[in-house]
């Protein structure tokens, strides 16, 4: 879906960059990364084998976490996903 309509996904990862913040607020940085996380389906699939488990990022720190994004997506905090 994402290489057929660009404006969709783009929209889409706003979409739930503003609702997902209504659960736990330093998710919204982490939107784009799943997107794109989630387009390799060897990704999804290590997931589901694994129990719906990351223990890869269980104890990863949230400043550890914005870390691994990139610059671009670590400093635009105040504007995404309303820009």
């Not at 057929?4 to 889409?12: G, K, Q, R």
């Not at 940085?29 to 389906?41: G, H, I, N, Q, T």
Request: proline fraction near 5%.
């Amino acid at each position: 879906v994402w290489a057929a309509s660009p404006s969709f996904a783009e929209y889409y990862q706003k979409f739930l960059g503003h609702f997902v913040s209504i659960y736990e607020r330093t998710a919204t940085l982490f939107v784009r990364e799943s997107a794109r996380w989630s387009e390799d389906p060897s990704n999804t699939e290590k997931y589901l084998a694994d129990g719906r488990r990351m223990d890869g990022i269980m104890k990863l720190s949230l400043r550890d976490a914005v870390k691994s994004l990139p610059a671009a997506e670590r400093d635009s905090v105040n504007d995404w996903p309303y820009c």
